[in-house]
């Protein structure tokens, strides 16, 4: 079974950091690009950032660039989101979520979801 | 960045009503698009996916159409299992956009 488990989220004081963690399972991870993509308190969602299966190619929304960055390691199986310079706006339950396409390149397809993990950003 | 403009935003249904959300692309998209289904404090769920494809597990009386930059979704039947929030989603570039939402409640 496909799993994703985020970790890492909690209580930061803003312009401080945090990294997320994501811990997949029941899949090739390498295979597969993975994203971050965050839904404000009441809010809609918002995507944040997606790494090609490889690590070799990342991509940003506007919003997050030049403060997030995000990386991957295949041998432990883990994505990961180092966010810096954090804003009261970046207050979110942040979500992995698993490409659908299986060669590793960036699609955008969705298909698999993690819990998420709440980030709050607050002095 | 390409704008994804749901409507309605709230929609209040009985069982068993034919349901539809419509979705529209500030550009033209293809059939680059998802759908999704979230209930409250749940993740999303992948419903539809390139427009029209059903993902596997997804109950039929979940259809996707449209193409280039209008879009639906269509419930034939709600069932009580379907109150949720819906979102449609862009992947016809790098940057990915979703829709504001659909609430679908109990009428």
């Known amino acids: 079974e496909v799993q994703l488990l985020e970790s890492g989220g909690g209580l930061v004081q803003p312009g401080g950091s945090l990294r997320l963690s994501c811990a997949a399972s029941?899949?090739?991870?390498?295979?597969?690009?993975m994203s971050w993509v965050r839904q404000a308190p009441g809010k809609g969602l918002e995507w944040v950032s997606a790494i090609s299966g490889s690590g070799g190619s990342t991509y940003y929304a506007d919003s997050v660039k030049g403060r997030f960055t995000i990386s991957r390691d295949n041998s432990k199986n883990t994505l990961y989101l180092q966010m810096n310079s954090l804003r009261a706006e970046d207050t979110a339950v942040y979500y992995c979520?698993?490409?659908?396409?299986?060669?590793?390149?960036?699609?955008?397809?969705?298909?698999?979801w993690g819990q998420g993990t709440t980030v709050t950003v607050s002095s | 960045d390409i704008q994804m403009t749901q409507s309605p935003s709230t929609l209040s249904a009985s069982v068993g009503d034919r349901v539809t959300i419509t979705c529209r692309a500030s550009?033209?998209?293809?059939?680059?698009l998802a759908w999704y289904q979230q209930k409250p404090g749940k993740a999303p769920k992948l419903l539809i996916y390139k427009a029209s494809s059903l993902e596997s597990g997804v109950p039929s009386r979940f259809s996707g159409s449209g193409s280039g930059t209008e879009f639906t979704l269509t419930i034939s039947s709600l069932q009580p299992d379907d109150f949720a929030t819906y979102y449609c989603?862009?992947?016809?570039?790098?940057?990915?956009?979703f829709g504001g939402g659909t609430k679908v409640e109990i009428k």
């Open positions: 989603q862009q992947y016809n570039s790098y940057s990915l956009t």
């Open positions: 550009q033209s998209i293809s059939s680059w």
């Open positions: 029941g899949f090739t991870f390498s295979s597969y690009a």
């Open positions: 979520a698993k490409d659908s396409s299986k060669d590793g390149i960036w699609f955008g397809e969705l298909g698999v």
